[in-house]
């Protein structure tokens, strides 16, 4: 009835248009806005009488039952069923209101991770920081803090307290504070504090992350232990239908043992780090999946950070009877990790391979030994690891890790190290770690090769992320 | 010295500039390789009855993905790159809610970069929006495990509560394209209509289970028993998310034998070696039923899986008389 009441209008406008008009295009545009103004009109008759149907059949749908209740119900079944529905009620709200990690603002987490250990040999011969013989040592323990800052961008905040290895206090330190936009453009995510650089595979990950007990030596060697920096670091997803993630960033240092470059001093662009990372993926079946990733890292004039750094220099030992000291840090790493990963109960099983090879090409100041400058040169080193981590039930998994690395000033000086681990995560949240490791470093390093057993126990209390990082 | 170091800087800014046009490069080719814009609205479900439900409201109006094949444990499934430039790309991101995907979601939605589908934005998709959920844990601390903070998240093995999941998917729809919205109604209506009688066909079915008990491996089941007026007896998890110890088994053999329970259920997420053993030791049927369309073979829509659970149900129990 309504339609062909606004036909009717709509006709006897249209005409009246027509009769009026003279021309023509004028006319057809007159009579576009009219159909459109007409469908509006439409449309919103329609939207109230949806909600007007709506209004009634929720009214019904009410009293039936209330009806229904009434007729058969004796008033003890309503006043029970009344009270179920509080209860309901009353839980949803309980609920609400509950500290969960998605609602409390902002979400704390506590990681612990202590290291139980027998080396055989002490740490003149194995060049370790721990002594060799029994040791306990409470690697860390790590405040986790995160946050929403504004409906831009997040934050974080790692506080990390370790004991020293000398004098067992420990010491409290920020490993990262960072914010990270949430909503830039183009697939650009900016990243800007205190981080972990994304370099390589394993590079970014925390310690207590790691499918083993002890960061790779080629990442120690190289990297310097974890990536940390103080930088800027951008990241693109690049558009296309295929996974490629893009990353460039820059910053005063790389590697949580490194000192920053030029402290104190003036700092131009080259002695400031540069790295970068292009990673892919692919799902070569719906089990099994590869994902290659190249990085590399830049600092233009190193020459002056250790100098700075308490005016220790040079900071590598003589080689020869040379002295080195680092002029230009130049290193690439390949990683490759294949997964595979059954969709259906990939919790109880799944294998894992992963492999990263870094090649370091610093340049070098060499001296000889009565002080006198000889030509500056470049030193090529590699370093690689590999592990297999087979995941045989949700609680156990058990691998195999082989390491290589050369000195990266003596690349003469070699270590190899094999380990087997196996692990027993009784939850989420609690994990032991049973490894040994054979070090066998060559004649050049001037090492001794050790045996080695570690018991690793790393637990969380409070809020944690399942994060991209750890998938 | 000052000769080595203008050049140092001349290296260093020759290389930058190198740097700079491969990336400006890499921009251009990816503009170039980008997809038109796409007619249909893209959808993201998280789970295959999501799936299910988007596409029949949504017609041949939307292009509905799901990350789960449905197969997977609607709690781990995995992380896949390859998942990230699909969600960059969605309008829609719709999941069930209640923490069920928090193995998994957030760090994906972080990952796609798509601030259209964020938490709170029109294009997430909350499900669980306008349910009351069961067993609200009292407390949040891991030593219950896994506890889902807002509740137990596995309400769509209720089809009645699947009905308050299609209306939230019917209203995102809506929101997001109002022309469509005569089409969307139709095609919720119809959806709706073939939903109740099967809803009254499968109560009619499960009549004869009232008050029957069953036990499963995860907590998949109190809605589905809610409804059906069955009775959910326990889990073969200590906890949620925590293997089952010899000693909580041995406790569950004894209660289900001194209470007569006929039935444990298995998930195919899950090993079968505890299942069967329970069943072995208690006297009960062990059936295995999906939780999500595509579970197992012949269970491709949500109509069919709740097909195959109820009168695979029925026979087990029937089976025993």
């Known amino acids: ?471 | 010295m000052v000769g080595n170091n203008a050049k140092e800087e001349f290296n260093m800014k020759s290389k930058l500039y190198s740097l700079l046009s491969i990336i400006a490069l890499i921009v251009a080719l990816c503009g170039w390789a980008m997809p038109t814009h796409a007619a249909q609205i893209r959808i993201v479900t998280t789970l295959t009855d999501l799936a299910d439900f988007a596409r029949a409201v949504g017609g041949d109006l939307v292009d509905v993905r799901s990350l789960a094949t449905g197969v997977e444990d609607t709690h781990g499934v995995p992380m896949k790159p390859s998942f990230v430039p699909i969600m960059n790309r969605a309008d829609l991101m719709i999941l069930v809610g209640f923490d069920c995907e928090h193995a998994f979601l957030p760090a994906l939605l972080e990952a796609s970069k798509n601030p259209r589908i964020q938490v709170n934005k029109l294009g997430y998709v909350d499900c669980s929006k306008g349910i009351i959920p069961l067993d609200v844990p009292k407390s949040t601390d891991h030593s219950e495990g896994d506890v889902h903070p807002y509740g137990n998240p596995h309400y769509m093995l209720d089809p009645v509560l699947a009905k308050t999941a299609i209306a939230n998917i019917y209203n995102a729809l809506v929101a997001f394209s109002p022309l469509h919205k005569a089409e969307f109604t139709r095609n919720r209506d119809a959806y709706l209509a073939k939903l109740s009688a099967k809803i009254t066909e499968w109560e009619k079915a499960v009549k004869p289970l009232k008050g029957t008990k069953f036990v499963s491996y995860h907590e998949h089941w109190p809605y589905f028993a809610a409804r059906f007026g069955m009775k959910y007896f326990g889990t073969i998890e200590l906890k949620p998310g925590i293997d089952p110890t010899g000693r909580h088994i041995q406790e569950l053999v004894t209660a289900m034998k001194a209470e007569r329970v006929p039935i444990v259920v298995r998930e195919p997420q899950f090993p079968e070696k505890a299942p069967k053993r329970i069943a072995e030791q208690s006297g009960a049927t062990m059936i295995t039923l999906p939780i999500m369309p595509g579970g197992v073979p012949n269970t491709e829509t949500y109509i069919k899986m709740m097909d195959y659970i109820v009168y695979t149900m029925v026979a087990a129990v029937q089976s025993r008389k």
């Open chain 1, 1 to 471: 009835m309504m339609k062909k009441v606004l036909f009717t209008l709509l006709c006897v406008f249209t005409l009246s248009t027509q009769a009026f008009g003279s021309d023509l295009e004028t006319r057809i545009q007159a009579m576009e806005e009219t159909l459109k103004k007409q469908q509006k009109t439409i449309e919103e008759q329609q939207k109230i009488i949806e909600e007007l149907k709506e209004q009634i059949g929720n009214r019904i749908a009410a009293e039936k039952p209330k009806a229904a209740a009434e007729k058969t119900a004796p008033s003890g079944e309503i006043q029970k069923q009344v009270e179920e529905l509080k209860e309901k009620v009353e839980k949803v709200a309980e609920a609400q209101t509950r500290t969960s990690p998605g609602i409390f603002n902002p979400s704390i987490g506590l990681v612990g991770e202590t290291v139980f250990g027998y080396r055989s040999r002490g740490s003149t011969e194995t060049g370790s920081a721990r002594p060799g013989g029994f040791d306990a040592f409470q690697r860390s323990v790590e405040l986790n803090v995160a946050a929403a800052v504004d409906p831009f961008a997040k934050a974080y905040a790692v506080f990390n307290a370790s004991a020293d290895p000398i004098t067992g206090e420990s010491s409290l330190g920020v490993e990262e504070a960072a914010l990270q936009t949430t909503s830039l453009p183009w697939n650009l995510e900016l990243k800007a504090g205190r981080f972990f650089g994304e370099f390589g595979r394993l590079g970014y990950i925390h310690d207590h992350e790691l499918p083993f007990v002890n960061r790779p030596l080629a990442l120690a060697e190289y990297i310097g232990g974890e990536s940390r920096t103080d930088g800027l670091q951008l990241n693109w997803l690049v558009p296309i239908e295929h996974y490629v993630s893009l990353t460039v960033g820059a910053g005063n240092q790389f590697g949580g043992d490194n000192p920053p470059n030029y402290v104190g001093d003036f700092r131009n662009g080259s002695g400031v780090n540069y790295w970068g990372r292009l990673s892919t993926y692919f799902d070569l079946t719906p089990n099994i999946s590869i994902e290659p990733g190249i990085s590399g890292l830049w600092n233009p004039n190193t020459d002056a950070q250790w100098a700075a750094a308490g005016g220790v220099n040079p900071p590598f030992p003589s080689v020869a009877g040379n002295t080195f000291t680092e002029r230009e840090r130049r290193l690439w790493g390949a990683d490759l990790v294949l997964s595979y990963k059954p969709l259906r109960n990939n919790q109880f099983q799944s294998l894992t391979w992963g492999t990263e090879v870094l090649y370091s090409d610093n340049r070098y100041d060499v001296t000889d030994s009565s002080g006198s400058a000889l030509s500056s040169r470049s030193i090529g080193s590699v370093g690689l690891y590999s592990y297999l981590t087979y995941k045989f039930h949700r609680q156990w998994s058990a691998g195999f890790l082989f390491e290589y690395v050369e000195n990266q000033v003596n690349n003469q000086d070699k270590t190899y190290a094999y380990s087997p681990y196996i692990t027993w995560a009784l939850s989420h949240w609690n994990q032991l770690r049973l490894q040994y490791t054979y070090t066998e470093p060559n004649a050049a390093s001037g090492r001794a090769a050790d045996n080695a057993v570690y018991l690793q126990w790393a637990w969380i209390i409070g809020s944690h992320s399942h994060g991209w990082q750890q998938r």
